[in-house]
């Protein structure tokens, strides 16, 4: 049993192991084939979502098993029900339970009542199925990681603070430009520099969006206001401004750089259209892998109980 709520639930030695077999699912769509088999994942979703939702209802189709979609209107956690109670009912259904929360702590909270592995599919403070994704689409385009550099540019946010803890992790650089006001969680960033020096990679933040990029074989941004936010859009607005991948920044970085983005992208605000759609934007490379990263992560979680 093992939940996966944030990037350091995993070893550097599993996130490796998920790396590789998420390349060899997506060489071998056949492969886990069975293991959901009279099996069925609970998706617990406060949230919209497209690529999480979908990729992990496909993934449990593939899989053999099948996915049970619980909106917002379903359960309405914690007005409806709390945690643990749906918690402890929903394990006395299904073998996995795939949650994406507002607060952090009540991702947490189901993986302390459930008696089945929760995976996180995003919360306030951690996005690591995406950062899975991510690095698996910087490896099978440069076909390496450790040495890499990647920079960041816009919302010290969840998908930052998953991307940090995986890139530390597996000895990427990373350079992180955010307003001084909307950095990375405090004690987030303090251990993800100590986690990055112990794995002989580099972690620096910036106020300017080109010191970031300089040089860099991978940009990445996502979103100024992140769903919840909304009601900061008009602020955040104004403050990211110079915080926005366009074709002048992607000038500073490598020449065979490419571009990231989780998505939903904005187009216009974090990243201009011509970048998303230009020939160095891997997004829907990045969005696919998804399916393939998460395939990975249950067949390790799920894989060996029957
Ligand atoms: N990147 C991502 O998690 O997308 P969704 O919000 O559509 O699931
Ligand atoms: N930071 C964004 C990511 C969406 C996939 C959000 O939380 O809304």
Redesign the pocket.
């Known amino acids: 049993m093992h939940d996966i709520l944030r990037v350091t639930d995993l070893s550097a030695e599993e996130l490796t192991a998920a790396l590789r077999l998420a390349a060899r699912c997506k060489r071998s769509p056949r492969l886990g084939q069975g293991v959901l088999a009279g099996r069925a994942l609970a998706l617990v979703f406060q949230k919209p979502s497209v690529r999480t939702r979908v990729s992990f209802e496909v993934a449990a189709v593939q899989m053999g098993g099948t996915a049970i979609y619980l909106g917002p209107e379903d359960i309405q956690l914690n007005h409806r029900e709390p945690v643990q109670d749906v918690a402890r009912t929903l394990s006395r259904y299904v073998d996995g339970i795939i949650v994406r929360t507002f607060g952090h702590e009540d991702a947490e909270a189901f993986a302390r009542w459930a008696s089945v592995p929760v995976i996180n599919g ?1 919360s306030a403070l951690h ?1 690591p199925c995406q950062a899975v994704a991510d690095l698996l689409t910087i490896h099978e385009r440069f076909g390496r990681l450790r040495g890499l550099t990647v920079g960041y540019v816009g919302d010290g ?3 930052l603070h998953s991307l940090m803890e995986a890139c530390g992790m597996l000895g990427v650089h990373l350079r992180v430009a955010t307003p001084a006001r909307y950095r990375p969680d405090r004690a987030l960033w303090a251990d993800g520099l100590v986690r990055a020096k112990r794995h002989g990679a580099t972690l620096i933040w910036y106020d300017d969006s080109r010191d970031a990029v300089r040089g860099a074989q991978v940009l990445y941004t ?2 100024w206001a ?2 919840g936010q909304e009601h900061e859009r008009a602020v955040r607005l104004k403050a990211f401004r110079s915080f926005q991948i366009n074709a002048g920044l992607l000038k500073l970085a490598a020449r065979t750089a490419i571009v990231l983005h ?1 998505l939903p992208a904005h187009r216009g605000e974090e990243i201009t259209a011509d970048v998303v759609e230009g020939p160095r934007s891997v997004v829907f490379d990045q969005a696919e892998n998804r399916l393939h990263a998460q395939k990975a992560l249950l067949m390790m979680v799920l894989g060996e109980k029957r």
């Open positions: 995003l996005h946010n969840n998908v996502d979103v992140s769903m989780c």
